[in-house]
Antibody, heavy 121, light 108 residues
């Protein structure tokens, strides 16, 4: 059974930083692209970032480019999202999502339960 | 970026009725790379349909997807109590991948 467990969310001041983690199990982690998708309170889904299975390719939404960095440690079956220069509009539940294949052009077939990031003074 | 517009915003129906949800793209979706997700309050999204019409593992056969190009439809043939939720479409054929704003299916 695929399991994705996010951690690292919390309350942070504007301009601050957080590192989100997603521990994966139940599948061969290195074979699949992984992504972060966020959802602001009461709003819809927004794709944030994707990393290929081997970690060589990364992709970002324009809204986070230059502030967020996605990475993965295939030896630890863990996905990360390093966030800096956080803004109020980054407040959201951040979901870790497994892609159906190794590249970005895939749908999300499994999702974690999410971790809440609140940016507020 | 491809903009996905879902309609209606809210669909009020009774259990046993048929639900038809629309997802229209601002430009053609490459390869019919379109997925549908279901989200219930307080839960993560769950994949229902991929490649416009493929049912994901565990998706009941009362859910069906159709369409190509710019117009896609999710149909729920007979609503069960557990189907009342928000539904999102997503295109993953062009970068950046994008989601529609969602359709809420509520109990009438």
């Amino acid at each position: 059974e695929v399991q994705l467990l996010e951690s690292g969310g919390g309350l942070v001041q504007p301009g601050g930083s957080l590192r989100l983690s997603c521990a994966a199990s139940g599948f061969t982690f290195s074979k699949y692209a992984m992504s972060w998708v966020r959802q602001a309170p009461g709003k819809g889904l927004e794709w944030v970032s994707t990393i290929s299975g081997n970690g060589d390719s990364t992709y970002y939404a324009d809204s986070v480019k230059g502030r967020f960095t996605i990475s993965r440690d295939n030896s630890k079956n863990t996905l990360y999202l390093q966030t800096i220069s956080l803004r109020a509009e980054d407040t959201a539940v951040y979901y870790c999502a497994k892609s159906s294949g190794s590249s970005w052009r895939n749908y999300f077939d499994n999702w974690g339960q999410g971790t809440l990031v609140t940016v507020s003074s | 970026d491809i903009v996905l517009t879902q309609s209606p915003g809210t669909l009020s129906l009774s259990p046993g009725e048929r639900a038809t949800l629309s997802c229209r793209a601002s430009q053609s979706v490459s390869g019919s790379y379109l997925a549908w997700y279901q989200q219930k309050p307080g839960q993560a999204p769950r994949l229902l349909i991929y490649a416009a019409s493929g049912r994901a593992t565990g998706t009941p056969d009362r859910f069906s997807g159709s369409g190509s190009g710019t117009d896609f439809t999710l149909t729920i043939s007979r609503l069960e109590p557990e189907d009342f939720a928000v539904y999102y479409c997503q295109q993953y054929g062009s970068s950046p991948q994008t989601f529609g704003q969602g359709t809420k299916v509520e109990i009438k």
